[in-house]
């Protein structure tokens, strides 16, 4: 699930990013575009329903490309995404749009 707040006081689109809450994992990172899909950049932190959660402050009038890397091995797409775009290891990324 995807939350966005485009923010007043800098050119800037708050997001917040979240997990499905059945998906059952010790660790979760968000990898994209704009981690240059470092796998360990951007740990997400646990909520106590199970669900991960990480904001960030991204450019806005941009598109992004990002997946949820689970355990450090499972892809997650966001079902809730804006939309989705192959990829060229045979599956989709997930897109958000700020």
């Known amino acids: 699930m995807l939350?966005?707040?485009y923010l007043k006081s800098r050119d800037?689109?708050?997001v917040t990013f979240y997990t499905a809450e059945a998906i059952n994992a010790e660790s979760v990172s968000l990898?994209?575009?704009f981690n240059d899909w470092d796998e360990s950049a951007t740990p997400m932190k646990p909520l106590k329903d199970g669900r991960f959660k990480i904001m960030l402050e991204l450019?806005?009038?941009r598109e992004y490309e990002f997946r949820y890397l689970v355990n450090g091995e499972e892809w997650h797409n966001d079902w809730e995404a804006?939309?989705?775009v192959s990829n060229p290891h045979g599956s989709d990324n997930c897109v958000v749009t700020t």
């Open 12 to 14: 800037a689109v708050q």
């Open 82 to 84: 804006e939309r989705y």
């Open 31 to 33: 990898v994209g575009d």
């Open 3 to 5: 939350k966005k707040r």
């Open 59 to 61: 450019e806005p009038d």
